[in-house]
């Protein structure tokens, strides 16, 4: 008989990490495994390594709802320095391209920001996690290889801008899609008024409703219930018969109205997650089967 492997450990539910600047969101993941004692953690969406900020983590049957997260919209501050290309679209790059922009006044960055918000498609950085024919696209750049990427259709809900005690420098903050390159719309600003730019100081202040607030330091941090990872979902208390019955993943009859329901059993641990279809409550992603 085979030894058990410390992915069996059953720890389940979820952290919020403020993830700090040097280091990957692999790394972070690397961690919360060694101090919890399991394999089976994933995280909702890459942060730069220089970037910081939410990074929202699943533990066991957490990592089953993290499909809940990854398509939630973000809110980021960064700083979009004007004047330097650089070939990273950030800080961590070398300058590729420099640019007398020293005439550029805030209006004209507020305007270039507002005709990049609302649906618009980008070109994905080289520098990207995005695989292309099974490379990660930031592999191939290390190689000095470029491949032609085809823009992607994202959503800008916000893009405010303001001046900073440097000319050069703007204070920016974005909510967006999911899948928004923050450092292409440094790039493509920069571009917009006649010149570069590049971005620093990448933070991640939102990922849905989890805001930076509720972040915890990555070593000093807390394990908090699987539901944390579906705030604001309506909640269905199943009796034994229902959750027997969502245990086999069937329907649980009409839909009293629409969206998403967290079932919950009796002690308020959460066993499956269900959808409003075709007027029936439908199963999603059962997290304790029959």
């Known amino acids: 008989m085979?030894?058990?492997?410390?992915?069996?450990?059953?720890?389940?539910?979820?952290?919020?990490?403020?993830?700090?600047?040097?280091?990957t969101s692999h790394d972070v993941v690397d961690q919360v495994r060694k101090r919890?004692?399991?394999?089976?953690?994933?995280?909702?969406?890459?942060?730069?390594?220089?970037?910081?900020?939410?990074?929202?983590?699943?533990?066991?049957?957490?990592?089953k709802?993290?499909?809940?997260v990854t398509g939630a919209d973000k809110t980021y501050s960064a700083e979009i320095v004007l004047?330097?290309?650089?070939?990273?679209?950030?800080?961590?790059?070398?300058?590729?391209?420099?640019?007398?922009?020293?005439?550029?006044?805030?209006?004209?960055?507020?305007?270039?920001?507002?005709?990049?918000?609302g649906p618009i498609e980008q070109v994905p950085p080289m520098v990207s996690a995005l695989k292309v024919d099974g490379r990660r696209l930031h592999e191939l750049?290390?190689?000095?290889?470029?491949?032609?990427r085809k823009p992607r259709p994202v959503t800008v809900h916000r893009f405010d801008v303001e001046a900073t005690s440097d000319p050069m420098v703007f204070r920016a903050e974005v909510e967006c899609s999911s899948g928004?390159?923050?450092?292409?719309?440094?790039?493509?600003?920069?571009?917009?008024?006649?010149?570069?730019?590049h971005l620093r100081n990448l933070r991640r202040s939102a990922v849905g409703t989890v805001t930076e607030t509720e972040a915890e330091p990555l070593d000093d941090f807390m394990l908090r219930p699987v539901r944390d990872l579906l705030p604001g979902i309506p909640v269905l208390t199943a009796d034994v018969a229902m959750a027997t019955d969502v245990g086999h993943g069937r329907s649980l009859g009409p839909a009293a109205g629409s969206g998403m329901v967290a079932v919950v059993d009796t002690d308020g641990?959460?066993?499956?997650?269900?959808?409003?279809?075709?007027?029936?409550?439908?199963a999603v992603k059962v997290l304790r089967p029959a």
């Open 269 to 282: 641990e959460l066993i499956a997650v269900y959808e409003s279809r075709d007027g029936e409550l439908r």
């Open 141 to 148: 750049a290390r190689e000095g290889i470029e491949v032609e």
């Open 180 to 197: 928004t390159y923050i450092r292409t719309l440094a790039a493509d600003v920069g571009t917009a008024l006649g010149g570069g730019a």
């Open 65 to 68: 709802l993290l499909q809940f």
């Open 36 to 63: 919890l004692g399991t394999r089976k953690v994933g995280h909702s969406g890459t942060l730069d390594p220089d970037a910081t900020g939410v990074l929202i983590l699943g533990i066991g049957a957490g990592t």
């Open 2 to 23: 085979s030894r058990r492997r410390r992915s069996d450990s059953g720890v389940s539910g979820c952290v919020v990490i403020d993830k700090p600047s040097g280091c």
């Open 83 to 117: 004047g330097t290309e650089t070939d990273t679209l950030d800080s961590s790059g070398q300058v590729t391209a420099t640019h007398d922009m020293g005439s550029v006044e805030l209006t004209a960055v507020q305007k270039a920001a507002a005709e990049l918000t």
